[in-house]
């Protein structure tokens, strides 16, 4: 009598797979977000839809992108299910309890106090006004300037063609940098004149 091939429980063929991406998926999920609470939420529903489906991811080529096309979709179903007016958690990356740090990270280019100032207002106000984006925008934008993701693999995820996202983005780019200059044409004209 021949002996059955081993095969792996589907519990330890579904961690195999999902396990290598938990992390960044759950860096997108904070992304999307804007809390550790939802993001930890987000991730475990998909991989709670995903469980059962062990079979079907086992045949996916390219995983990363699939799970976070999956988790994207299901943030924007989860957006549309929410009555309307109630505050999103991508809405609140303006509270300093829920700021996210890259836009800290930038050197400063002079060690003064006064440029500290400058340079802590600057993220502040570049903060808010990335809050105050579409979720659509916000989340391209942080995809492709934060986190680093390639805009061939942002196509993938969000289900767009290539050009739509170049447009996008340099759409995106350009709005966020034309209302950071009129909030700060005011504060450099006064500063100018105190002088």
Known sequence: MALLPFRQSKSKRFERLVHPHLRTLHT?????????????????????????????????????????????????????????????????????????????????????????????????????????????????LLMHDSEGWRQEDIAEVLGVPLGTIKSRLHRVRAQLREKLQKELEPFETRQRGCQ
């Open 28 to 140: 997108f999920a904070y992304r999307l977000t804007g809390n550790q609470h939802d993001a930890e939420d987000l991730v475990q529903d998909v991989v709670t839809k995903l469980f059962p489906k062990v079979d079907e991811l086992e045949q996916v080529e390219e995983l990363r992108p699939w799970l976070h096309r999956v988790l994207y979709r299901h943030f924007v179903d989860t957006l549309r299910k929410r009555p309307t007016g109630r505050e999103t958690s991508a809405s609140a990356l303006d509270r300093p309890d829920q700021q996210t740090t890259f836009l800290e990270s930038l050197p400063s280019s002079e060690p003064d106090p006064m440029s500290h100032t400058d340079n802590d207002r600057q993220s502040t106000l570049l903060r808010r006004l990335i809050s105050e984006l579409q979720p659509d925008q916000r989340t391209l």
